[in-house]
């Protein structure tokens, strides 16, 4: 079992900046692949930003690409999302979740997830 607690999530205005944090406990870190995905208030969760176990590779959702970086400190058990140039579009529930492969995780296939943290963007 992996539990993953997100934090950092807020209000913030447009143009704005905000880090969300995922804190992992129970299994080796270090095993899983991990992703960052979202829920907007009537859409579907959408993927958001997936990291390889190492960290050596990264992927994106289109409507992100420049503007958030994911990352991951393994000695830690923390993936990380710095979310830059934020827009009212990004508002959503934002969750961590972690998987076999960073493959996988990019395609919604997930063994954990947490319990969400909020980001609210105004304009």
């Known amino acids: 079992q992996v539990q993953l607690v997100e934090s950092g999530g807020g209000l913030v205005q447009a143009g704005g900046s905000l880090r969300l944090s995922c804190a992992a406990s129970?299994?080796?870190?270090?095993?899983?692949?991990m992703g960052w995905f979202r829920r907007a208030p009537g859409k579907e969760r959408e993927f958001v930003a997936g990291i390889s176990r190492s960290g050596g590779r990264t992927y994106y959702a289109d409507s992100v690409k420049g503007r958030f970086t994911i990352s991951r400190d393994n000695a830690k058990n923390t993936v990380y999302l710095q979310m830059f140039s934020l827009e009212p579009e990004d508002t959503a529930v934002y969750y961590c979740?972690?998987?076999?492969?960073?493959?996988?995780?990019?395609?919604?296939?997930?063994?954990?997830w947490g319990q969400g943290t909020q980001v609210t963007v105004s304009s």
């Open positions: 979740a972690a998987g076999a492969i960073v493959f996988e995780v990019v395609n919604g296939r997930t063994d954990y």
């Open positions: 129970g299994r080796t870190f270090s095993l899983y692949a």
